[in-house]
């Protein structure tokens, strides 16, 4: 195990991927409704996946673990290629990329993007094993590629030659120009959204979808009936991620990590964005350990309905354990969520409307996973910030997806983008950071 420990970043976080990846393709093969995977999995792969589709109905149980656990080995695949750049950044591809293949993502609507970077590659002269990362970013768009193959632009579903030419023309041109949008969507939110490719995909969402549905005059097809995620299993979620998030607590251990190592991950005064490289690969271990748990634990807390989409956003959530987000700096957001979620129910109440925003909503459930991309606004300004930060996310989370129809998986990551488009430069301009406020505290102690 001290072995293992003494890694590098890079050949640790692969194992790390590969540990991951045989879990849910084990975990696929112990599912009662096994017989029926590859059938369950044909479903996922022919059916739309506009949001939020739970594929614990379309295919069932086992045809999920197995579409995300393939989704995995593709990723697993492109990491180990020869040169591949492999970082904290790419926990968080990898995880969410893998979150998604249980509502929204399969193995067939991912190609065309994943054609798009690689022919950016090819014009710009650029290494394709150093673009991995804007690979699986791409497929934050995947539910309109799917679209597009089965039945755009009526309402009959079922491949066609048109259709799947133009889902290849439109993902070629996502994947072409993304990786221009992931290098400049930091200078916009300055660093304060941990889903930073959210912005490029959910802008290229408005767009198309401006394009191929309002311009037209196409009607948008609806989103899924709610009565498709009420198919739902909170054993079989909570029975699976214990054992995943809790064998990664074990390793941890094993591998060296002390309770005070992981201590000093969440009391850091610093801004920390790279766990893995600074704390080192045993404590980020834990983190995502420890986190995952923490993620579940709310989940049941609240009362959510463990169905595919829900299973998914527990580890689109915990992706953002390898880049700034823990316990400590999330806990004001899931506050700040709760809070929203009576605030704005006891208001409906005086104006008649008609609430749909409870904690457990599922709506609400996934705008939450996104808002811990907010989390560097708690950890560099504190709790309280977060708390705000994480209400105006409530508050706007819902609205966003009528931009992008429904196709863009990072909605909740592009409204984390809005969130700080509109606070933090109020924050800069009339606030100081933790950092200043204990300066100012301890020159003043000083002056005394």
Same mark, same amino acid.
């Given at each position: ?55 614990? *109905? ?16 593709? /990723?697993?695949?492109?990491? $180990? ?15 969410? !990329? ?30 394709? !094993?150093?673009?991995?990362? /804007? ?48 290098? *400049? ?42 009565? !498709? ?53 045993? !404590? ?36 953002? $354990? ?36 409870? /904690? ?28 705000? /930060? ?17 196709? $863009? ?22 606030? *100081? ?16």
């Amino acid at each position: 195990m001290k072995k293992i420990g003494n890694l590098s970043e890079k050949s640790f976080l692969k194992l790390f991927f590969g540990f991951v990846t045989v879990c849910f393709l084990a975990a696929a093969f112990l599912m009662p409704d096994r017989k029926d995977m590859l059938g369950g999995l044909w479903n996922i792969i022919s059916q739309p996946s506009k949001v939020s589709t739970n594929y614990f *109905h379309v295919g069932g149980y086992a045809a999920t673990f197995l579409n995300m656990g393939l989704v995995a080995a593709i /990723a697993l695949v492109l990491y $180990c290629l020869p040169g591949a750049a492999v970082s904290n950044v790419s926990t968080l591809a990898f995880l969410l !990329t893998l979150g998604f293949g249980s509502w929204g993502i399969n193995v067939l609507n991912i190609w065309p993007t994943f054609l798009g970077v690689a022919l950016y590659c090819a014009v710009k002269k650029e290494k394709l !094993t150093a673009n991995v990362n /804007a690979m699986l970013f791409s497929t934050g768009i995947a539910p309109l590629i799917t679209e597009l193959m089965v039945r755009y632009p009526g309402t009959a579903v079922g491949f066609t030659p048109v259709g799947v030419a133009l889902a290849m023309v439109v993902g070629l041109a996502i994947g072409f120009f993304l990786p221009a949008g992931l290098a *400049h969507s930091p200078k916009v939110h300055k660093g304060f959204d941990l889903y930073s490719a959210a912005l490029p995909i959910g802008m290229t969402a408005f767009f198309l979808q401006a394009i191929l549905y309002k311009t037209q005059g196409v009607a948008l097809p609806a989103a899924p009936a709610a009565d !498709t995620l009420k198919v739902a299993s909170a054993m079989t979620v909570n029975v699976f991620c214990g054992v995943v998030f809790g064998l990664s607590v074990l390793f941890a251990f094993l591998l060296g990590c002390k309770p005070r190592d992981y201590w000093n991950l969440l009391k850091d005064p610093a801004l920390v964005t790279n766990f893995s490289s600074h704390y080192g690969n045993a !404590t980020f271990l834990m983190n995502f350990g420890i986190y995952g748990l923490f993620i579940l634990g709310y989940y049941n807390l609240v009362g959510a309905t463990f169905n595919g989409v829900t299973f998914g956003i527990i580890f689109c959530m915990v992706a953002c $354990c390898n880049s700034g987000s823990h316990p400590a700096n999330v806990w004001p957001i899931m506050a700040g969520y709760v809070a929203s979620s009576f605030l704005f129910g006891w208001i409906a109440k005086l104006t008649g409307g008609d609430f749909a925003g409870a /904690a457990n909503a599922q709506a609400i459930c996934v705008g939450l996973c996104y808002a811990n991309g907010l989390s560097p606004i708690a950890d560099k300004y504190g709790w309280r910030y977060g708390f705000i /930060a994480a209400v105006m996310h409530y508050v706007l989370v819902t609205s966003v997806p009528a931009l992008h129809g429904g196709y $863009c998986l990072y909605n909740g990551g592009f409204t984390a983008a809005l969130i700080c488009l509109i606070l933090v430069p109020e924050l800069e301009r009339f606030f *100081h950071t933790k950092s200043e406020r204990k300066e100012a505290k301890m020159a003043k102690k000083a002056m005394q």
